[in-house]
């Protein structure tokens, strides 16, 4: 062994032995849970808030045939109201962004019916934000869809509000809920 | 946590379905709004019924005045919002927003919003 290696070992003993010597067992646990604690926080930050959104898990697409069941198609259920390139294409999924982007935490929303259990599903379209346009997976459709001057329900609009880049890159389809008439 | 599960589970309907497609894309679904680009409503919107033409103003603000929906369906889902999102801010007794009041109110848009609020938060300020 090298006398700089001998060195570092020396260190590293030292530091080791001092360590357990200043710090309790009980200690190290208290610590150890405050951190994975704060690391499951981590996701409830507002960084992460708009992906938070989806609280439903999506109906079973399993059952569907052709393309009302393929999340990289146009006519895939959750599309009903899409304007814009499909993440599914894009290097994310129907309900995440591709690497490298930011889901906006604005968006707008509609519902589509699934085909297989006849349900209306609450769908929010939320762009990706942060590169250029994809430019795969164009898709338009506007089931429910409003004139621009009710910007609130039209999908013309690019939503990268409130991200820290306003350049879109796809958008995903959300399932937030059920919508029942009562 | 689970409170929310279980309502997505058992599905929204009425006011809160009303509220989930037409106000929460910008307002989101605990009421924060985005700092800096939409307010929020969750420790604020009851504040506004404590000081003189608050209560005008949550009906003739753009957003709600030009919403997709009939004058009672409006009028339910602000109520639903103050219940939602008021807490303690409501003042004890409010009346409830009646169907007739918000058609009144909503054909009087507000031409000079920021105006408006900027007054309003200042007398908000000055009540406390």
Not at chain 1, 104 to 128: A, E, F, M, Q, V
Not at chain 1, 169 to 174: L, Y
Request: hydrophobic share 40%; with cysteine.
């Amino acid at each position: 062994m090298t006398d700089g290696r001998r060195w570092l070992d020396h260190v590293v003993e030292r530091g080791a032995r001092q360590l357990a010597r200043h710090t309790s067992r009980r200690s190290f646990l208290s610590r150890l849970g405050a951190a994975l604690v704060g690391t499951a926080a981590l996701p409830l930050l507002p960084v992460a808030r708009a992906a938070g959104d989806e609280r439903l898990a999506a109906p079973d697409d399993a059952a569907l045939h052709g393309d009302v069941g393929d999340p990289k198609s146009c006519n895939y259920w959750r599309h009903c109201a899409i304007d814009g390139f499909l993440c599914s294409c894009c290097g994310g999924s129907q309900s995440a962004c591709p690497p490298g982007t930011e889901m906006s935490p604005l968006t707008w929303i509609g519902t589509c019916r699934h085909p297989g259990d006849g349900k209306d599903y609450i769908i929010s379209y939320n762009d990706c934000c942060g590169q250029s346009l994809c430019m795969r997976c164009r898709c338009t459709r506007t089931e429910g869809e409003r004139p621009l001057y009710l910007t609130m329900k039209n999908n013309d609009l690019l939503w990268c509000f409130g991200t820290q880049s306003r350049a879109v890159n796809c958008s995903v389809a959300v399932v937030l809920g059920v919508a029942t008439r009562s | 946590m689970l409170a929310p599960v279980l309502a997505a589970a058992q599905g929204t309907s009425g006011a809160a379905l009303d509220y989930a497609v037409t106000c929460q894309g910008c307002h989101r679904a605990d009421g924060t709004g985005t700092p800096g680009t939409v307010p929020a409503l969750a420790g604020s919107v009851g504040k506004f019924l404590r000081v003189p033409g608050g209560r005008e103003f949550l009906v003739r603000v753009p957003g709600v005045a030009q919403a997709p929906l009939d004058d009672a369906a409006l009028a339910a889902v602000i109520n639903w919002m103050l219940a939602r999102f008021g807490g303690d801010d409501v003042p004890g007794g409010l009346a409830p927003y009646a169907a007739e009041e918000v058609g009144r109110l909503r054909r009087r848009p507000l031409t000079d919003v920021e105006r408006v609020r900027r007054e309003l938060l200042e007398a908000i300020g000055r009540a406390r």
